[in-house]
């Protein structure tokens, strides 16, 4: 195979390039030896000059060189492509897909066989929700129908014990709700036993609520009774302090704090002595 394909002309051009390498290097190495001084910097420049020029040269001539070298090689490629790439590719995809073809039908049938086995066997365990799809049985082409079976049995049989533990918790039916969207026993109990916490916490903070309204309703209620409380009928003349007694009536009022600010501006204005 080394005999058919050949390259020739390039190690011709490197060895033409090593005999150039002298001169260029002799040239260069003059240029480099001047003593680069305010008297001699113009002479630096120019040699530096020459020597970018020279350099100019060489890179036009090596694009040259390529373009003549590349030229061929890719009249090459193209024929290697189609007498060579081109025919091992199109073999390989045929092969890999007929290779893909028998091992998805070998792959299909472990999967039929296995969700069948499955579901008789949720069946078995009075479990009428499940889905093969669910149990994340992933069939591969080497594993085994003993090893694919025992995956699908021990996925039903944790079910079948997160639903016996279910049947023993309080709120149980809601729970199952719960568990049939996650299969997931320990997230459903908390989803379920949290909310009923929250709604006894609400129902708490209901009562209280209609507790201090009750309350409050009331002193507003005792309040309004002593301030329209009609006066002693008057029997006979008395003296201001027995038509008029000064009494002390104690009471306590529970009310919003507006409220309490609006009797207690009442019983200033009033003339109300209290403490």
């Known amino acids: 195979m080394n005999e058919i394909i050949e390259v020739k002309q390039l190690p011709i051009i490197v ?13 260069v190495n003059d240029a480099l030896s001047l003593d680069c001084t305010e008297d001699t910097v113009k002479a630096v420049k120019s040699a530096r000059s020459d020597l970018n020029k020279e350099f100019k040269d060489w890179e036009a001539r090596r694009g040259e060189v390529k373009r003549a070298i590349m030229s061929p090689y890719e009249q090459f490629e193209a024929v290697y492509k189609d007498c060579i790439t081109d025919v091992f ?5 045929e092969l890999k897909d007929k290779i893909t073809e028998v091992e998805n039908g070998v792959k299909e049938r472990k999967s039929a066989e296995v969700k069948e086995y499955f579901i008789e066997y949720a069946q078995s365990r009075n479990i009428d929700f499940l889905t093969f799809e669910r149990s994340g049985v992933k069939v591969g082409l080497s594993d085994s129908l003993k090893k694919l079976k025992e995956q699908a ?11 016996n533990l279910i049947e023993t918790q309080e709120h149980s039916t809601e729970i199952l709700v719960e568990y049939k969207r996650s299969l997931n026993a320990s997230a459903a109990i ?4 949290d909310r009923y916490k929250a709604i006894e916490a609400e129902k708490e903070r209901e009562a209280e609520r209609q507790r201090l309204d009750r309350q409050a309703k009331e002193a507003e209620k005792a309040v309004d009774e002593i301030i329209t ?33 609006e009797l207690k501006t009442f019983l200033i204005n009033g003339g109300y002595d209290y403490e």
């Open 190 to 193: 908390t989803t379920v036993i």
């Open 153 to 163: 049995k021990a996925f039903v049989d944790r079910v079948s014990d997160d639903l």
């Open 89 to 93: 590719k199109k073999a390989d995809t």
């Open 229 to 261: 409380a009609p006066d002693e009928p008057v029997i006979a003349p008395l003296t201001v302090e027995e038509s008029d007694p000064v009494l002390t009536l104690m009471f306590k009022v529970t009310a919003p704090k507006s409220k309490l600010n």
């Open 15 to 27: 060895e033409q390039l090593q005999t150039i390498k002298a001169n260029v290097t002799a040239r």
